[in-house]
């Protein structure tokens, strides 16, 4: 079940998804026509004038007729003017039709252009995800069940394609994957099975897993990390993955996830509407092991070490407090002025750590740092923050070939200003003005001038409604931008 690429229709098929340009739909040349009895093709003629079906953008028309006893269903979905077309309103078009389909069904379509192999894989990777594994089976209504659990089965016939792995499928599943530890709530995604997790997909996929406990953690001087995690009894987990695809080169891109399992603000504690969604304040550190597993099963000849410092942010007695002055690993003091700006210090420890024990060309850090950038950008823009605007214009083009869309933001001076503390070195939350510039400026302490690119991924990461392409909760965006911006083209 998903998409794949055929050399000859075998079977047939619940639906036929016709994608057809506006106004072009009268044309003869349509190459679905030629398989129709003329009876059928008259009814089918009379019914678009009937309807009025032109092929404007999302316009639908569906259609039955039979032959031969088989009961045909087709669909035509229109895709508006070519002139018009973008990626993003083509993938809308065709989502809208197949996330309520399942079952065999065939694509074809009018133009070649319209259609994108790597984009058909994502989205029915995407209209097949579920996360529902803590629903209850209804044994009163097995057959209803069982109907709902039908995925969809999308093929498109293309005699010249000859390649056996599609990528968008590949990385469909994996961000399927992401999504599933992200949507998992934080009872049972504590940074002990995070780190799990991550050795089992290591395994899988082929890419090497170390996990360093709490004793381990101390030894590495990593105190701004495990003040963080101090008040919660499930304890830290540093998570390092190496993937090695250039045997020839001793460097490394360093990518680097925020790994908070959840995120209740500590005790400069959040309200129970901004504490509901927390557990995914790990979805950087989901990324960053999705990229792995994308980078290892499509073979990419790059060397990439990603680290995580897995925790939790909660209460307790021997929680780190407002006014404590913590020591990083690099050893600046930092003043805690708000124990909910947690996510730049287990990041800051988790960066020095990745730069000290490896040989980084560039590093990378993924986390949903700030409630801000959300006000910002929105749920579809990701902030980057960075030192080197030519890596900004990559991850950007990559982030086209998926319709995955980054902003570049500002680090100006006046924001390193803002974190200046009058008693340590710098202070972790310098309040809201410009929130995400700050934060930003704080990693940029620990980067050690680096080629660097900071993701603030808070308002991309997660859905309280249904999105565009995706139900809601976890989206796992970014990763096929990251994996598409190490592989380079
Ligand atoms: N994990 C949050 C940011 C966040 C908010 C992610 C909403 C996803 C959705 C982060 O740790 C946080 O609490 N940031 C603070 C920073 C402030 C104290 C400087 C925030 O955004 O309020
Ligand atoms: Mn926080
Ligand atoms: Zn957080």
Request: charged letters at 25%; proline letters at 1%; aromatic letters at 8%.
């Amino acid at each position: 079940m998903g998409f794949s690429v055929i050399k000859k229709t075998s079977k047939n098929y619940d639906y036929i998804v016709l994608l057809v340009e506006e106004d072009k739909i009268k044309d003869e040349d349509i190459k679905f026509f030629k398989n129709l009895t003329i009876e059928n093709k008259k009814f089918i003629e009379h019914l678009i004038k009937k309807e009025k079906f032109t092929g404007k953008k999302n316009e639908i028309l569906s259609a039955k007729y039979c032959d031969e006893n088989i009961i045909y269903s087709i669909i035509f979905v229109g895709v508006g003017k070519k002139k018009f077309l973008s990626y993003d309103s083509l993938k809308n078009s065709i989502y809208s039709v197949i996330k309520n389909l399942k079952g065999n069904v065939l694509i074809e379509s009018t133009d070649s252009s319209f259609i994108d192999i790597d984009m058909l894989g994502i989205l029915v990777e995407n209209a097949n995800y579920n996360f529902n594994k803590y629903k209850s089976i209804d044994k009163n209504n097995k057959k209803e069940t069982k109907k709902e659990n039908k995925k969809l089965n999308l093929e498109y016939l293309n005699t010249k394609f000859n390649s056996e792995t599609i990528e968008g499928v590949e990385l469909g599943k994996i961000t399927n994957i992401v999504r599933d530890l992200v949507n998992e709530p934080a009872n049972f995604m504590t940074p002990e099975i995070l780190a799990e997790n991550a050795l089992i997909l290591g395994k899988d996929y082929g890419f090497q897993v170390e996990i360093h406990d709490e004793s381990e953690i101390e030894k590495l001087n990593m105190t701004a990390f495990l003040s963080v995690g101090r008040a919660s009894v499930n304890r830290p987990r540093l998570i390092v993955m190496k993937y090695t695809g250039n045997n020839s080169s001793k460097n490394a891109i360093g990518l680097v996830g925020k790994g908070l399992c959840y995120d209740a603000g500590g005790l400069s504690i959040k309200s129970t509407g901004n504490m509901l969604t927390m557990k995914s304040d790990m979805t950087g550190a989901a990324t960053v092991i999705g990229v792995m597993c994308a980078l290892a099963k499509m073979n990419i000849n790059k060397n990439v070490v990603s680290v995580i410092a897995a925790c939790e942010n909660v209460i307790g007695g021997n929680a780190y407090k407002p006014g404590d002055i913590i020591y990083t690993m690099a050893g600046k003091s930092v003043e805690i002025t708000n124990t909910d700006a947690e996510g730049r210090l287990t990041l800051a420890d988790a960066i020095t750590y990745t730069l000290k024990n490896n040989k980084i060309s560039e590093i990378i850090d993924i986390a949903t740092l700030t409630g801000a950038v959300i006000v910002a950008l929105g749920e579809s823009i990701t902030g980057v923050f960075t030192n080197t605007y030519s890596n900004f214009e990559k991850l950007k083009n990559a982030g086209d070939k998926w319709g995955e869309k980054y902003w570049n933001m500002p680090m100006d001076d006046e924001f390193k200003d803002m974190i200046k503390s009058c008693i340590a070195d710098i202070k972790n939350s310098a309040g809201s003005f410009g929130g995400p510039s700050t934060g930003a400026k704080f990693l940029e302490e620990f980067i050690e001038n680096k080629p660097w690119m900071h993701l603030d991924i808070a308002g991309t990461s997660f859905r309280d409604v249904d999105g565009k392409y995706y139900k809601k909760g976890a989206t796992g965006e970014v990763l096929k931008t990251l994996y598409t911006y190490i592989k380079g083209e």
